[in-house]
Protein backbone atom coordinates (compact mmCIF):
# COMPACT_ATOMS: atom_id res chain seq x y z
CA UNK A 1 0.00 0.00 0.00
CA UNK A 2 3.09 2.31 0.61
CA UNK A 3 4.22 2.03 -3.02
CA UNK A 4 1.21 3.97 -3.93
CA UNK A 5 1.69 7.85 -4.46
CA UNK A 6 1.18 9.96 -1.55
CA UNK A 7 0.84 6.46 0.19
CA UNK A 8 4.88 6.70 1.41
CA UNK A 9 4.40 7.96 4.65
CA UNK A 10 1.11 6.01 5.72
CA UNK A 11 -0.04 2.58 6.81
CA UNK A 12 3.23 1.61 9.19
CA UNK A 13 2.67 0.80 12.79
CA UNK A 14 3.74 3.61 14.04
CA UNK A 15 0.83 5.97 12.38
CA UNK A 16 -1.48 7.27 14.14
CA UNK A 17 -5.17 7.12 13.04
CA UNK A 18 -8.48 5.89 13.53
CA UNK A 19 -8.03 2.03 11.82
CA UNK A 20 -4.89 1.66 13.99
CA UNK A 21 -5.22 2.69 17.46
CA UNK A 22 -2.53 0.20 19.66
CA UNK A 23 -0.75 2.81 20.72
CA UNK A 24 -3.32 5.93 21.46
CA UNK A 25 -4.06 8.92 19.84
CA UNK A 26 -3.89 12.56 19.11
CA UNK A 27 -1.33 14.91 21.19
CA UNK A 28 -1.18 11.99 23.94
CA UNK A 29 -0.21 8.90 22.22
CA UNK A 30 3.00 6.69 22.90
CA UNK A 31 6.35 8.86 22.34
CA UNK A 32 7.82 5.38 22.87
CA UNK A 33 5.71 3.74 20.27
CA UNK A 34 9.14 4.01 17.72
CA UNK A 35 11.45 2.16 20.17
CA UNK A 36 8.52 -0.35 21.03
CA UNK A 37 7.85 -1.19 17.09
CA UNK A 38 12.27 -1.61 16.14
CA UNK A 39 11.97 -4.02 19.54
CA UNK A 40 9.40 -5.89 18.17
CA UNK A 41 11.04 -6.23 14.55
CA UNK A 42 14.34 -7.23 16.50
CA UNK A 43 12.83 -10.14 18.12
CA UNK A 44 10.96 -11.17 15.40
CA UNK A 45 14.16 -10.90 13.23
CA UNK A 46 16.36 -13.16 15.90
CA UNK A 47 13.64 -15.71 15.92
CA UNK A 48 13.17 -16.29 12.33
CA UNK A 49 16.91 -16.36 11.84
CA UNK A 50 17.95 -18.90 14.98
CA UNK A 51 14.31 -20.74 14.89
CA UNK A 52 12.04 -23.09 12.77
CA UNK A 53 8.52 -22.49 14.06
CA UNK A 54 5.47 -24.27 12.92
CA UNK A 55 2.28 -24.92 14.36
CA UNK A 56 1.73 -27.92 16.59
CA UNK A 57 -1.03 -29.68 14.31
CA UNK A 58 0.31 -28.68 11.25
CA UNK A 59 -2.68 -26.08 10.41
CA UNK A 60 -4.28 -22.59 10.92
CA UNK A 61 -6.07 -22.63 14.63
CA UNK A 62 -9.44 -20.82 14.49
CA UNK A 63 -9.48 -17.32 14.34
CA UNK A 64 -11.02 -15.83 17.49
CA UNK A 65 -12.54 -12.55 17.88
CA UNK A 66 -13.04 -10.03 20.72
CA UNK A 67 -16.04 -8.05 19.82
CA UNK A 68 -14.92 -6.09 16.56
CA UNK A 69 -10.69 -7.13 17.05
CA UNK A 70 -9.68 -10.80 15.17
CA UNK A 71 -7.52 -11.33 17.98
CA UNK A 72 -4.79 -14.75 18.04
CA UNK A 73 -6.04 -17.75 19.05
CA UNK A 74 -4.34 -18.40 22.73
CA UNK A 75 -4.24 -21.75 22.98
CA UNK A 76 -2.63 -22.67 19.56
CA UNK A 77 0.74 -24.11 20.52
CA UNK A 78 3.90 -22.76 18.75
CA UNK A 79 6.67 -25.19 18.29
CA UNK A 80 10.47 -23.81 18.13
CA UNK A 81 13.31 -25.79 17.31
CA UNK A 82 16.90 -24.05 17.20
CA UNK A 83 18.78 -23.86 13.92
CA UNK A 84 22.41 -25.56 13.50
CA UNK A 85 24.22 -23.03 12.73
CA UNK A 86 26.89 -23.78 9.60
Known sequence: MR???GENTKHQAVTLGP???IFGGGKHA???RF???NEVKAMLAYVLLNYDVKLKDGERPKTMWLGTANIPNQTAH???RKRKQQ
Open 30 to 32: CPG
Open 35 to 37: FAI
Open 78 to 80: LLF
Open 19 to 21: DWT
Open 3 to 5: EDD
